[in-house]
């Protein structure tokens, strides 16, 4: 369903339009979608490991 609520606020959709559509969700489901998008896009570094043998 994140993506979903990305999808409609994505084409500026706004909030409580999206809640009229999708009357299961709540003020707190978007802006959890919306943390969830921002962790998927932070940039992480990860070690790699130097001996592989």
Known sequence: MA???LDNL??????????HSY???HPEDIRAA??????LGRE???PLAT???
Request: negative net charge.
């Open 3 to 5: 993506a979903v609520v």
């Open 10 to 19: 994505a084409e500026d959709q706004r909030v409580d339009k999206i809640m």
């Open 23 to 25: 009357p299961s969700l």
């Open 34 to 39: 919306m943390a969830y998008a921002a962790e």
């Open 44 to 46: 992480r570094m990860m």
């Open 51 to 53: 001996d592989v043998g």
